[in-house]
């Protein structure tokens, strides 16, 4: 049996490892558009971005790993085109020349996202993204000391990339359109935190306000960070359900019965939140790499896990469990010190109906495991 995995990143190389580590000695591929081997990203806007880390060190396992358990990593090749019906894919090398066929008998698709692009930014300057080592390396090279830096978005990553760019003595203005940074997934009163923790480290953090050509045109360097889109498109093509991921079922199964999708692309109507969730976090790469492998071998193991992120900026480490829903929470608990510029350390529940919707800790690692097994209790 011939199990081919659309895509190289971190859900493609677990669900890699774990095909063998669960026994199968069929033929696995990766078939990677990136010329590295399959790493991990989010040191990208933390430990590498603070140069505190090389990019080296994000691999998710060295080069041997792929030969000494079997499986064939194509890197730097496209995946252009998916049938179903015939069960081929075709593909070409990234760098040009010529494409080719090949068959499978199950599928993996784990294409991930790309940053959302931002328009306005190529009029006046040339943006910096951050999504692969070679962005990485370039807004590295950009945050110099007393540079000044843009920053188009108040998000994960573009808040991550204000505090390395405070570490490296840039000057730092974010530019954001909501009244608050990550208000719509931490409402306002975590969220008026992290607005509190840049202002403290120097940040000039402009809120309820779209950035202008004359603020982009003015600065040394403008890093764009508005969101992440997912990379459906071969999907669709192939004639598989999409509508903004690719459609899975409980077990990751795609409209098409030999055809699953994991990681950042996949939507997933999820059996324990009742609703359609797609999740771009690492953790969710690695977990539904796992029960995708044992789904292509048959097993029909639903996917219950509940969504896990975690953040560094400044001095501030937090980790936030579950989701809350479309209907929102009707109070936020914060229980300890929430002066985390001090080094306060606190815990945070958003409850709806009695019932704890998602719990988070900042510099509170000892109540981690406390704080994730709330998630569904009683409060
Ligand atoms: P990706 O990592 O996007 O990998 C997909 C791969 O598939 C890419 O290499 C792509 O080139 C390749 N590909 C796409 N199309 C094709 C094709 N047709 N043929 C062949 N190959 C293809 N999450 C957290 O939870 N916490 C964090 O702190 C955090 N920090 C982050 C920081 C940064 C800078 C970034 C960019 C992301 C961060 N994330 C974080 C998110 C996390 O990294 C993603 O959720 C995770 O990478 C998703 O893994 P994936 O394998 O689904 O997709």
Redesign the pocket.
């Known amino acids: 049996m011939i199990i081919a995995i659309?895509?190289?990143?971190?859900?493609?190389a677990t669900a890699a490892t774990e095909l063998r580590d669960h026994g199968f000695d069929g033929e696995v591929v990766i078939?990677?558009?990136?010329d590295h081997l399959p790493y991990?990203?989010?040191p990208?806007?933390?430990a590498v971005l603070l140069g505190d880390a090389d990019a080296g060190s994000t691999q998710v396992h060295d080069a041997t790993w792929y030969d000494e358990n079997g499986v064939r990593l194509e890197r730097g090749?496209?995946?252009?085109s998916i049938d179903p019906t015939t069960r081929t894919l075709r593909t070409e090398p990234v760098a040009g020349g010529d494409g080719s066929e090949h068959s499978y008998n199950k599928l993996l698709l784990?294409?991930?996202?790309v940053p959302r692009h931002f328009p306005l930014a190529d009029r006046v300057a040339d943006p910096l993204y951050?999504?692969t080592v070679e962005d990485n390396a370039r807004l590295l090279a950009a945050l110099k000391p007393g540079a000044t830096v843009v920053i188009v978005g108040a998000g994960?990553?573009g808040l991550?990339v204000a505090s390395a760019a405070r570490h490296h003595g840039a000057e730092v203005t974010v530019y954001e359109v909501a009244d608050l940074p990550l208000v719509s997934v931490l409402g306002p009163e975590i969220a008026q935190l992290f607005a509190d923790l840049h202002r403290f480290h120097g940040v000039d953090l402009r809120l309820g306000t779209p950035v202008d050509e004359a603020a982009l045109a003015s600065a040394d360097a403008v890093v764009v960070g508005v969101g992440a889109m997912p990379?459906t498109q071969?999907a669709d093509d192939a004639g598989l359900e999409v509508d903004g991921g690719v459609l899975v079922d409980e077990t990751l199964r795609t409209s098409a019965p030999d055809i699953y999708a994991?990681?950042?692309?996949a939507s997933q109507q999820h059996p324990v939140l009742g609703r359609r969730i797609r999740v771009?976090?690492?953790?969710?790469?690695i977990e539904q790499g796992k029960v995708a492998a044992h789904n292509l071998l048959g097993e029909g193991e639903p996917y219950t896990h509940l969504p896990y992120?975690?953040?560094d900026q400044y001095d501030l480490g937090m980790e936030y469990f579950g989701s809350v829903g479309p209907d929102g929470y009707d109070r936020v608990d914060i229980e300890g010190d929430t002066d985390v510029a001090h080094g306060g350390a606190f815990r945070a529940y958003w409850v709806k109906d009695g019932v704890v919707q998602a719990a988070m800790h900042a510099n509170d690692w000892d109540s981690s495991d406390a704080v994730r097994d709330s998630v569904g209790t009683e409060r």
């Open positions: 659309v895509g190289g990143g971190l859900a493609a078939y990677s558009a990136e991990e990203r989010p990208l806007s933390k090749v496209k995946v252009v784990a294409t991930g996202s951050l999504r994960w990553i991550e990379l071969l994991i990681g950042d692309v771009e976090h690492w953790d969710t790469a992120f975690f953040t």
